[in-house]
T-cell receptor
């Protein structure tokens, strides 16, 4: 089962920052927070992940609260091509093997001109 | 790298027929995942392999579904016999191991069973 809660939809004006929230109140100490997105009819695409510290890459920034119970994905300058479903995922570890990724329903982000 | 390759991209078949979906993971990746996506159930993990060995197949819906990975560069997902409720988009993904290893998804196979 998905261990995250996200709003079903959000919208954002082109050029503005898109801030997508995610709650993961039952996250364990060794679980990572991942973000993926899925543009219509395509396979999901990895965006970013983090454990405790804030992270930034060429696509987005990830802000994780100090208690790790929630996080925010920030797209600093949203474009029309960022319209997609965004999934926040907590990665479950199982021993030393890679764990399952549980994709919930995600947030449909619509960027409008 | 060409990324994860899946074939066919589209498959239309009649109920009762056998369907085989194929996947070539990214070279050097030692994990391979099969997912199914429907409107009703969203994106579900069916099975995943590590070094060609099935690790977790708890998501496989029933005995009609089977998956194999005969070598590091090829995997199949077979449905026999197929049913209309199997209609979905099937994705294959691969990853390498590290504490934060991301999964790379293929373009998917859209299966329609009539």
């Amino acid at each position: 089962d998905a261990k995250t809660t996200q709003p079903p939809s959000m919208d954002c004006a082109e050029g503005r920052a898109a801030n997508l929230p995610c709650n993961h109140s039952t996250i364990s100490g060794n679980e990572y927070v991942y973000w993926y997105r899925q543009i219509h009819s395509q396979g999901p695409q990895y965006i970013i992940h983090g454990l405790k510290n804030n992270e930034t890459n060429e696509m987005a920034s990830l802000i994780i609260t100090e208690d790790r119970k929630s996080s925010t994905l920030i797209l600093p300058h949203a474009t029309l091509r960022d319209t997609a479903v965004y999934y926040c995922i907590v990665r479950v570890n199982r021993g030393s093997t890679l764990g399952r990724l549980y994709f919930g329903r995600g947030t449909q982000l619509t960027v409008w001109p | 790298d060409a990324g994860v390759i899946q074939s066919p991209r589209h498959e239309v078949t009649e109920m009762g027929q056998e369907v085989t979906l194929r996947c070539k993971p990214i070279s050097g990746h030692d994990y391979l995942f099969w997912y199914r996506q429907t409107m009703m159930r969203g994106l579900e993990l069916l099975i995943y392999f590590n070094n060609n060995v099935p690790i977790d197949d708890s998501g496989m819906p029933e005995d009609r579904f089977s998956a194999k990975m005969p070598n590091a560069s090829f995997s199949t997902l077979k449905i026999q016999p197929s049913e209309p409720r199997d209609s979905a988009v099937y994705f294959c993904a691969s990853s390498s191991y590290s504490p934060g290893s991301e999964q790379y998804f293929g373009p998917g196979t859209r299966l329609t069973v009539t």
